[in-house]
């Protein structure tokens, strides 16, 4: 058993069970970091992931990333979707 030293307060471990695509996990948590186990995948595309935890700061998810990583879990991090503008360019 891995042990996760410091995990900021930040961080909402929500490990659900619930299998869904990424856009919609996206959708759910809008404007965060979410950490997910991928659970169904081909050589192109995920499919399905389940929802470890969400965070405002990425870096916040890395100790619990490392953690399923060590366990073997396929996970990745992903943002929600950006409700506020972003950055413009002009070329």
Same mark, same amino acid.
């Given at each position: 058993? /891995?042990?996760? #030293?410091?995990?900021?307060? %930040?961080?909402?471990?929500? =490990?659900?069970?619930?299998? !869904?695509? *990424? &856009? ?7 404007? /965060?970091?979410? #950490?997910?186990?991928?659970? %169904?995948?081909?050589?192109? =595309?995920?499919?399905?992931? !389940?929802? *470890? &935890? ?7 998810? /890395? ?29």
């Amino acid at each position: 058993m /891995v042990a996760v #030293l410091h995990r900021s307060p %930040e961080v909402q471990v929500i =490990e659900s069970q619930e299998e !869904r695509p *990424i &856009a919609e996990w996206q959708e759910l948590y809008p404007d /965060v970091w979410l #950490l997910l186990e991928v659970t %169904e995948e081909d050589a192109w =595309e995920i499919y399905k992931a !389940r929802l *470890i &935890a969400i965070s405002p700061v990425d870096m916040d998810l /890395v100790p619990l990333w490392q953690e399923y990583q060590r366990k073997g879990k396929i996970t990745g991090m992903f943002h929600g979707v950006y409700t506020e503008p972003g950055p413009t360019g002009i070329a």
